[in-house]
């Protein structure tokens, strides 16, 4: 016997009860998504596959012979797992070539190709929720019917979390006796169009350009943080604790958390064209962020980390004065100058190319761009923006309620 029919006659035992099999919930009507041409350039490793079923369990009869005679009860154990989790990932790797998905191969040489990534951009694990088969079985041979149902999972290396869930039902019959490998090959096949055909799961692996909306249709509400019991001068821990580095590639920025809810606010040119960048708190630990909201012309953009920040900022809502002492937070040339402050003078609003600026003599350096500009009872006032070419002095910093406006946030 053939490697598949030895696992099937290995998993006969006669179990009290069939388990039953849900309606499919998620029929795999639409064809797959053919990328080939997309030039793709995400990878992806099949990583884990896990079993809901108790082993063993009933999953349906088998007959035996030319004429499909003596059915009995058909089981899956441990030797079943095995065969399909290698039936599993051959028709996943098969699927996804075919389909052009770019080829992911972990090299094991000291001596590698270190111009790539080390590891696949992502991982894949498969559960099986249930399974139903009423087969015959001939020698190396199979025919009958059966049913699968899946639970596809994509996790993101970079972001350290899952991104894409759904579940996959397959079916295949066949009248027709064909290599038992084969049969089981078709039905895991036809489970796995329900992912292939799945637009989320494709754009996956698609770097979609950010969607630049001047005025977000949907506002995003956020608590306002608590107003410092101290004043900066005193005490800045709080003020320093809720700003972090954004580094997107080369590009190293500075950046605030506001609200309790993860988000985080910096310029648009620190993310650029970034999905997703690293948000590095004050105290050395690094999440991922990812790029939900941007708006170009006003140069501002809104990243979202599941982290609870330690401390949210306290946005102020009175205008600022001229001669108000101001201090600028932020990581001037990267992050080894992190949870940098200086101080300095507010000198008033100034409008450039129709766009509202606040002025302050404040020192501010490649890096500060994005970090919060503060009064000095640690209200928020400003993001840093540029500082001016050969200017000493002068530094430009966006309004907060301009910053608000654009990304759609509603500050409660």
Same mark, same amino acid.
């Given at each position: ?172 019959? &066949? #009248? ?6 084969? !049969?089981?090959?078709?039905?895991? =096949?036809? *489970?796995?169009?329900?992912? @292939? %055909? ?106 979202? &980390? #599941? ?6 900022? !306290?946005?102020?809502?009175?205008? =600022?004065? *001229?001669?108000?002492?101001? @201090? %600028? ?84």
């Amino acid at each position: 016997m053939k490697p598949l029919a030895i696992a099937l006659a290995a998993a006969l035992a006669v179990i009290s009860s069939q388990a039953a099999f849900a309606e499919p919930g998620s029929a795999a009507s639409a064809s797959p998504i053919n990328v080939a041409a997309e030039g793709l350039k995400k990878t992806v490793q099949f990583k884990n596959w896990k079993v809901l079923l108790d082993t063993p369990t009933k999953i349906g009869t088998v007959s035996r012979g030319l004429f499909c005679t003596n059915a009995t009860d058909l089981a899956y154990n441990q030797n079943y797992n095995t065969l399909l989790t290698a039936r599993v990932n051959k028709v996943f790797h098969e699927k996804s070539l075919a389909l052009g998905y770019p080829r992911y191969t972990a090299s094991d040489s000291a001596f590698g190709d270190t111009s790539t990534p080390s590891s696949a951009d992502y991982k894949l694990g498969f559960t099986l929720l249930d399974m139903n088969q009423n087969v015959c079985i001939n020698e190396s041979e199979m025919s009958g019917t059966a049913r699968i149902r899946l639970k596809a999972e994509l996790y993101s290396n970079k972001l350290q979390k899952v991104v894409y869930s759904r579940t996959i039902d397959g079916t295949f019959s &066949t #009248d027709s006796k064909i290599k038992a490998d084969a !049969f089981i090959d078709k039905l895991l =096949a036809n *489970a796995m169009d329900g992912m @292939f %055909a799945d637009t989320k799961y494709v754009n996956s692996f698609r770097d979609i350009p950010l969607v630049v909306a001047d005025n977000p249709a949907e506002l995003i509400q956020v608590k306002n943080g608590a107003k410092p019991a101290d004043k900066v001068a005193k005490d800045a821990k709080g003020v320093l604790s809720a700003v972090v580095t954004i580094e997107s590639g080369s590009v190293s920025g500075s950046g605030f958390y506001i609200g309790r809810d993860g988000y985080v606010i910096t310029n648009q040119h620190v993310v650029g064209d970034a999905k997703y960048v690293k948000v590095k708190l004050s105290n050395g630990f690094s999440v991922p962020g990812e790029v939900v909201r941007k708006n170009t012309a006003r140069d501002v953009a809104l990243v979202k &980390t #599941d982290l609870e920040p330690p401390t949210a900022l !306290f946005v102020r809502t009175t205008a =600022a004065r *001229a001669g108000e002492e101001v @201090f %600028a937070v932020g990581s001037p040339f990267g992050a080894q100058l992190s949870n940098t402050i200086t101080r300095g003078i507010l000198s008033g609003e100034r409008t450039l190319n129709e766009q509202r600026f606040i002025q302050s003599d404040v020192a501010i350096n490649p890096g500060n761009s994005g970090g919060p500009l503060i009064d000095a009872d640690g209200g928020l006032i400003a993001i840093a923006d540029m500082k001016r070419d050969n200017a000493n002095g002068i530094g430009l910093f966006i309004p907060i309620a301009d910053v608000l406006e654009k990304l759609g946030l509603n500050v409660q």
